[in-house]
């Protein structure tokens, strides 16, 4: 059996080196280089399987990582930018949502569906711009014998080409008319097909998704949906009747084959909070299925077939990131089994002032960025100086050392503070240009940081 990544995987990362993939997860995550370095030669490794021969391609196993570090450093981001890098179906779940087997709570085979789940959308997405213009102009036909009048027949004494090349005369001026927005407001009348039987949950022995094609088979016609006239104006029908083409182009058949095959060769399934499960043994209470969950997960991780309402996915090929503070437990405290299955670990440092300056600025989507391009939707100039945006910086630090350290993500609290009075009164400001500087940071946030209780609750 042939082993390949699907065309859009390739091309996007064929070409990228480990080090051009760190280059742009540097684009997006500050420091943290050895867990790019870990994440871009996991990525890179999947485009050196698919030039192996298909038998050795199929023994060979992704390597797995498990990233160990405080919240707020950077962990999540640099898996969801990877997947996007790699235009990859991606899914982040939480471990400690997931209870084991015999419990009530979702179960652990549910984040490979929500993966296949995601891989239909991706692939559906990408053939609707394939069929995009057909389905347009297919749509626009179905409206223009709308907006006409039926074909009348020919008359004996009439010239039928005649007749025929008026009657596309007529069609071609309503279509411009239709295109230039003149027709607008005309109202037609559209069969419109009703949403179709609404969506249970039933908790059974079986998952949902089977349940949902038992009903389906059982009870075909109970889920198709009626239809019925519905008045509409001309651009909403257009939109309607374009969905509709589009919907009869695509072969979802076709889709689910191709999403079913990319979620096996290149999903990316990160899993956070894994530290939340890696209970002690002995412990009682509310942790008693810690252990089990993990049990429950290690079949995923080491390579089973999940059964989806697409068909059966192996999991063998797809990429693992576990994610964890480990705080209070510790990597070796996951069951040995689950342990085997992450041989790649990487450690996340603390990020400290030097790393928020670059935070506030040198991302492409940066705090200062953001916050700027906010208030110029009201016409607000904002400036930041350099001593402003280094005085926030060691502000968040200084909360983060007397509080808990909850990283980057303590400037989100710091910048929503200080800007706190200009997003307020941001539409009735009559000076438009606003300077924040050291002073500015210094009154609005000295005082809470000083008072060490009010900071516990204000940042």
Do not use: C, W
Request: charge should be negative; aromatic fraction near 4%; charged fraction near 30%.
């Amino acid at each position: 059996m042939a082993i390949f990544l699907p065309e859009a995987t390739q091309t996007a990362t064929e070409s990228l080196t480990p080090k051009q993939i760190v280059s742009e997860l540097d684009k997006y995550v500050i420091g943290q280089a050895a867990a790019k370095r870990a994440v871009a030669i996991a990525l890179r490794n999947r485009m050196r399987r698919q030039k192996l021969a298909p038998d050795l391609a199929e023994e060979i196993a992704p390597k797995n990582i498990l990233m160990i570090g405080p919240t707020g450093v950077g962990k999540t981001e640099i898996a969801r930018r990877l997947a996007r890098l790699a235009q990859s179906p991606f899914v982040k779940v939480e471990a400690s949502k997931f209870t084991e087997v015999g419990y009530v709570g979702r179960d652990v085979e549910s984040m490979v569906r929500d993966l296949v789940e995601l891989g239909i959308d991706m692939v559906r997405a990408e053939r609707l711009e394939e069929v995009r213009s057909k389905a347009a102009m297919n749509a626009e036909d179905r409206l223009l014998d709308l907006l006409l009048p039926p074909t009348r027949p020919v008359a004996p004494d009439e010239d039928a080409a005649a007749v025929r090349d008026q009657q596309q005369r007529t069609r071609d001026r309503f279509r411009d008319q239709l295109r230039s927005g003149q027709l607008d407001n005309r109202v037609v009348e559209v069969e419109a097909r009703e949403k179709a039987f609404p969506s249970l949950e039933i908790i059974a022995g079986s998952s949902i998704e089977e349940v949902d094609i038992n009903l389906k088979d059982m009870l075909p016609g109970l889920f198709q949906g009626k239809t019925k006239k519905r008045r509409m104006k001309v651009p909403e029908a257009l939109e309607y009747l374009t969905q509709e083409e589009e919907s009869k182009l695509i072969d979802m058949d076709s889709v689910a084959r191709t999403a079913v095959e990319r979620v096996e060769q290149a999903g990316i399934i990160f899993i956070d909070e894994i530290d939340k499960i890696s209970g002690r043994e002995g412990s009682h209470g509310p942790d008693v299925s810690r252990e089990g969950v993990q049990r429950d997960i290690l079949p995923i991780v080491e390579g089973t077939t999940v059964n989806t309402k697409y068909g059966m996915v192996k999991t063998d090929h797809i990429l693992f990131i576990a994610a964890g503070a480990f705080h209070v437990s510790k990597p070796s405290d996951l069951i040995p089994e689950l342990q085997g299955r992450f041989p790649i670990r990487v450690e996340l440092e603390a990020l400290g002032r030097d790393e928020f300056v670059r935070i506030l600025t040198e991302p492409r989507s940066a705090l200062v960025k953001q916050y700027t391009a906010l208030m110029e939707t009201e016409g607000i100039s904002l400036t930041f100086t350099d001593g402003a945006i280094h005085q926030i910086a060691d502000f968040a630090t200084r909360v983060n050392e007397r509080t808990e350290n909850i990283g980057a993500r303590r400037l989100h609290t710091v910048m929503e503070k200080l800007l706190d009075e200009i997003s307020f009164e941001g539409p009735d400001l009559a000076n438009k240009q606003v300077t924040i500087d050291e002073d500015y940071v210094n009154k609005m946030l000295a005082d809470i940081v000083k008072n060490e209780d009010l900071s516990r609750y204000i940042l």
